[in-house]
């Protein structure tokens, strides 16, 4: 239980299920760690929800939990008794003492519903004990229903439920009778009004027959309607600080929730709420559809918060990618980097000239030195890294005694240190990357050491190798064209052989063919 969740859910309902299904889907790590008290389990059936219209509740929380583990995620039976902030994430307190850490958190623990204190009440709730007619109307239509008035809610509940059944009576319980113009409204829509208060609910058997009043009498009906108070179930939420507030409707307070904003993130970043504990009037649809929508919400957040820690650390490997230490580091790691042999492109290019003096930047571990040197010319090799120059020259060495001699093996950085002015009958460049302005400034370097009538070669992978599947670094500002290269050379000093993308085949890190090119710039100094 020690390990991070991208995102851990308490409470396992329509929202909880629904937000952890679109993290999972999403490729997140989701833990959703359910009590297993549902507020509908009273219910016989869920309705107004879309293609499961009539499902039981329990039923449907078991395809929710299918459908979310078949993606990855996890469920764990628990209560969370507190959350509190840890770093950049959360650790969540269950119940036992155990403890689950997570980056973000949603909240979806739903809310108690307060009952009004009469006997017989809590017994039947959700089954013919009721308070939503879009919930339970459909099917109690034409029954005869009373409302149990114990507020200003008890007139609005009348009406909308008359909606249902032309058989509604107002019991007031106890809360004023009517006035003048509401008792007339009351009359037109025949719902009766009946004082005093109740005492309990009869039932038959196993069915609800009445409600019997204070006075002894009693109430035929086949349905009655309370108004619950709403309580979010907010514990750990009030353990990060975040309190509940009270939902008013006509003046009068009918419940509490937990305040968000329209994705469901609180005031406390990091933790979101979907459900009844933000809404209390959110049916199992549109619980289901704010635990989604909180669901996307947090996702966005983690890749919002993934991309700065990719940035910061993009900008670290840019800073340090080209120090020495880095290099050595990356040298030591590996007998070989390379494979031993000249890049295609330099052989390519080299095959057809003079032997002469040559200039070998970033020589690497020496394979494009030792072939120069082994057609005749005269190679200085230089690179940022003593541990790929001491394989370098023993490879030279392996190679035989002459070709070690024609070579000059030097430590050094080029950003530092500056090769001499047409000194270089030819100067290669094999795969040298470096940030834009860096690299443009290296390039002008090079070609001022070419001497009139030498060789300038510049290789490097092109753009498009980004597109492949190739293993390449991903540094698009770093990569370059034989277009580019050739655009910063002078007309009047240059004559630009080849500027081009030019293909190769080598075997993709699936073992099969894959295409890639090499940006090509080869181009004679004038003499």
């Known amino acids: 239980m020690d390990e991070?969740?991208?995102?851990?859910?308490?409470?396992?309902?329509?929202?909880?299920?629904?937000?952890?299904?679109?993290?999972?889907?999403?490729?997140?790590?989701?833990?959703?760690?359910?009590?297993?008290?549902?507020?509908?389990?009273?219910?016989?059936?869920?309705?107004?929800?879309?293609?499961?219209?009539?499902?039981?509740?329990?039923?449907?929380?078991?395809?929710?939990?299918?459908?979310?583990?078949?993606?990855?995620?996890?469920?764990?039976?628990?209560?969370?008794?507190?959350?509190?902030?840890?770093?950049?994430?959360?650790?969540?307190?269950?119940?036992?003492?155990?403890?689950?850490?997570?980056?973000?958190?949603?909240?979806?623990?739903?809310?108690?519903?307060?009952?009004?204190?009469?006997?017989?009440?809590?017994?039947?709730?959700?089954?013919?004990?009721?308070?939503?007619?879009?919930?339970?109307?459909?099917?109690?239509?034409?029954?005869?229903?009373?409302?149990?008035?114990?507020?200003?809610?008890?007139?609005?509940?009348?009406?909308?439920?008359?909606?249902?059944?032309?058989?509604?009576?107002?019991?007031?319980?106890?809360?004023?009778?009517?006035?003048?113009?509401?008792?007339?409204?009351?009359?037109?829509?025949?719902?009766?009004?009946?004082?005093?208060?109740?005492?309990?609910?009869?039932?038959?058997?196993?069915?609800?027959?009445?409600?019997?009043?204070?006075?002894?009498?009693?109430?035929?009906?086949?349905?009655?309607?309370?108004?619950?108070?709403?309580?979010?179930?907010?514990?750990?939420?009030?353990?990060?600080?975040?309190?509940?507030?009270?939902?008013?409707?006509?003046?009068?307070?009918?419940?509490?929730?937990?305040?968000?904003?329209?994705?469901?993130?609180?005031?406390?970043?990091?933790?979101?709420?979907?459900g009844n504990v933000a809404d209390v009037r959110a049916q199992v649809i549109s619980a289901a559809a704010a635990g989604l929508n909180a669901g996307a919400a947090i996702n966005a957040d983690l890749i919002a918060e993934e991309t700065r820690d990719a940035v910061d650390a993009y900008r670290h490997r840019i800073d340090t990618m080209f120090e020495e230490a880095a290099w050595e580091e990356r040298y030591r790691a590996k007998p070989a980097i390379w494979s031993g042999r000249p890049n295609p492109q330099l052989v390519a290019e080299a095959t057809g000239l003079t032997p002469g003096r040559a200039l070998d930047v970033g020589c690497g571990e020496g394979a494009d030195a030792v072939w120069l040197a082994g057609r005749g010319w005269q190679v200085t090799a230089i690179d940022i890294s003593a541990t790929a120059l001491e394989r370098a020259a023993s490879h030279a060495a392996d190679t035989g005694a002459e070709v070690a001699a024609r070579i000059s093996w030097t430590h050094g950085d080029l950003g530092d240190r500056v090769p001499a002015e047409g000194a270089y009958d030819l100067v290669s460049s094999q795969f040298m990357h470096l940030p834009g302005e860096q690299r443009r400034v290296l390039f002008a370097r090079l070609a001022a050491a070419v001497t009139p009538g030498g060789t300038l070669l510049i290789v490097g992978h092109h753009p498009s190798d980004l597109r492949t599947t190739a293993h390449r670094m991903h540094f698009p500002d770093m990569m370059f064209t034989g277009e580019d290269v050739a655009a910063s050379l002078d007309p009047a000093a240059w004559e630009v052989l080849v500027a081009e993308a030019r293909p190769r085949v080598v075997v993709g890190p699936e073992g099969g063919d894959i295409t890639i090119h090499d940006a090509v710039l080869v181009a004679r100094r004038r003499g």
Request: glycine share 14%.
């Open 4 to 274: 991070m969740y991208d995102v851990v859910v308490v409470g396992g309902g329509a929202a909880g299920l629904s937000g952890a299904l679109a993290l999972a889907r999403a490729r997140r790590s989701v833990l959703v760690v359910d009590a297993g008290e549902p507020r509908n389990a009273p219910a016989g059936h869920v309705h107004n929800y879309l293609a499961r219209e009539g499902t039981p509740p329990a039923e449907l929380v078991a395809a929710g939990r299918d459908e979310l583990t078949r993606y990855g995620g996890e469920i764990v039976a628990g209560r969370a008794e507190a959350a509190v902030k840890e770093g950049d994430g959360f650790l969540v307190t269950l119940d036992g003492g155990r403890g689950v850490r997570a980056r973000r958190l949603l909240v979806t623990t739903g809310l108690v519903d307060e009952l009004p204190d009469v006997p017989g009440i809590a017994e039947r709730w959700g089954r013919d004990v009721l308070h939503c007619p879009y919930c339970h109307g459909w099917e109690v239509r034409d029954r005869r229903i009373g409302v149990l008035a114990t507020g200003p809610m008890g007139l609005h509940q009348a009406h909308l439920w008359r909606q249902w059944s032309p058989h509604v009576l107002l019991l007031l319980h106890g809360t004023p009778p009517p006035g003048v113009e509401e008792a007339e409204r009351l009359a037109a829509r025949e719902i009766t009004v009946v004082d005093g208060p109740a005492a309990g609910l009869e039932v038959a058997g196993d069915t609800l027959t009445g409600v019997r009043l204070a006075s002894g009498e009693v109430v035929t009906l086949d349905t009655v309607v309370v108004a619950p108070r709403f309580t979010a179930r907010a514990g750990v939420l009030e353990s990060l600080g975040l309190k509940p507030v009270d939902v008013e409707m006509g003046g009068h307070v009918f419940g509490s929730q937990v305040p968000a904003d329209s994705t469901g993130a609180t005031d406390v970043p990091g933790v979101w709420v979907a």
